[in-house]
């Protein structure tokens, strides 16, 4: 531990498993306090056990308007600041449009984009008042290309590249830094509805990465000085082809 982000709050959506969970884990290594948000109370009591007291959770429901609306002020109320929000809940779609429900399309725009909006609206007053913080959000490389099969997924994940940087531009001038990390096929229980002969080509290709990979991006990020930004880290298995 080098103690890059010493004497920081970080607040990681999301962060009961795959990237929240490894970006979770990278910021504590770099000696932050975590606030572990999730829907999955189970896991977030095994993982605060495991991860010890610089690691707290907040149970929330990012889809349920309530709990989303209380997330940022309760964290408020048990650490008494933020200084790095990393929205990165997220749920997958794929397949074509048609073999969809416009419930479940309702449901990812909502916590891929929706949520983070709302996160994103929370924490704004609170980091200005300051006139510091740090906003990561997690996107995609779907974001960014259209030739994958998932254009619900893609289409949340490219509303929210130009969310960001928009609120780039936007908070510059309050001393908050907006960016986001984009990347390829990660191996998490994100992908576990893709066909298990599709995830064995992936990862014997080479073209499947470890959530470490993206949290070690987000790390990079995070730790530029202050008079530099990252807008977009796109970081891609070395064997994937887009
Ligand atoms: P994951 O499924 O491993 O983790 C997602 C976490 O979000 C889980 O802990 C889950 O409980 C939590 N969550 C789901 N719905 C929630 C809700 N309503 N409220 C609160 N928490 C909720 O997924 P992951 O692969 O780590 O994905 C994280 C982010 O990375 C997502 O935004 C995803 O789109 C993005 N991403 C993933 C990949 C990939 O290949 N896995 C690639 C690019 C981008």
Redesign the pocket.
């Given at each position: 531990m080098s103690g890059l982000f010493e004497g920081k709050v970080a607040v990681v959506?999301?962060?009961?498993?795959?990237?929240?969970?490894a970006s979770a884990r990278a910021l504590l290594e770099e000696g932050a306090q975590v606030v572990l948000?999730?829907?999955?109370a189970a896991?977030l009591e095994a993982l605060t056990a495991e991860l010890g007291e610089a690691c707290i959770a907040q149970r929330?429901?990012?889809?349920?308007a309530e709990s989303c609306a209380a997330m940022v002020p309760e964290i408020l109320a048990k650490t008494g600041r933020i200084d790095i929000l990393h929205c990165?809940?997220?749920?997958?779609i794929g397949g074509a449009l048609t073999d969809t429900t416009p419930e479940a399309i309702e449901r990812m725009i909502g916590?891929?984009v929706t949520?983070v909006m709302k996160n994103v609206h929370a924490v704004i007053p609170h980091m200005a008042e300051r006139g510091s913080g740090d906003i990561m959000v997690?996107?995609?490389?779907?974001g960014h290309t259209a030739v994958g099969p998932e254009p619900v997924?893609s289409g949340s994940?490219w509303a929210i590249t130009s969310f960001v940087q928009t609120m780039r531009r936007q908070l510059m001038k309050d001393g908050i830094r907006v960016g986001q990390v984009?990347?390829?096929?990660?191996?998490?229980?994100?992908?576990s509805d893709w066909e298990p002969e599709r995830l064995a080509k992936l990862k014997e290709d080479g073209a499947l990465m470890e959530?470490s990979a993206?949290a070690e991006a987000v790390v990079f990020a995070l730790s530029r000085p202050r008079t530099v930004t990252i807008r977009d880290v796109v970081i891609l298995p070395s064997n994937f082809d887009i």
């Open positions: 959506t999301g962060g009961a498993s795959g990237i929240g969970l948000v999730d829907r999955d896991a929330t429901d990012l889809l349920d990165n809940a997220g749920s997958y916590l891929n949520a997690t996107c995609s490389v779907a997924y994940k984009s990347p390829g096929p990660v191996d998490s229980a994100l992908l959530a993206v």
